[in-house]
Nanobody, 119 residues
């Protein structure tokens, strides 16, 4: 199995920036995709950004041009740089990793990190 630990959430004013990190650990052979999702109160969890094994990235329309996903393959770490934050970005942000281990291929979730955008 793959364990994920997220960090970097917090309280920020509108227009500010935050950088989220997610470290994957376990007996990982390869990582197929790494992604960030978010879930606001009363809403379903939704994809924010994804980076595939080949480095191709996709973003939700609501964050294009403001958020940037990147990774460090040597550290099995994915980042989400969030700029020009808006109150509507307030949510719990979850890391998701699709990886192949000695036990098979799994989709794993982190426990989430709270991001609050408020003045």
């Amino acid at each position: 199995q793959v364990q994920l630990v997220e960090s970097g959430g917090g309280l920020v004013q509108p227009g500010g920036s935050l950088r989220l990190s997610c470290v994957a650990s376990g007996n990982i052979f390869s990582i197929n995709a790494m992604a960030w999702y978010r879930q606001a109160p009363g809403r379903e969890r939704a994809l924010v950004a994804r980076i595939l094994g080949g480095g191709i990235t996709t973003y939700s329309d609501s964050v294009k041009g403001r958020f940037s996903i990147s990774r460090d393959t040597t550290k099995n770490t994915v980042y989400l740089q969030m700029n020009s934050l808006k109150p509507e970005d307030t949510a719990v942000y979850y890391c998701n990793v699709q990886a192949t281990t000695d036990q098979g291929t799994f989709s794993s979730w982190g426990g989430g990190t709270q991001v609050t955008v408020s003045s």
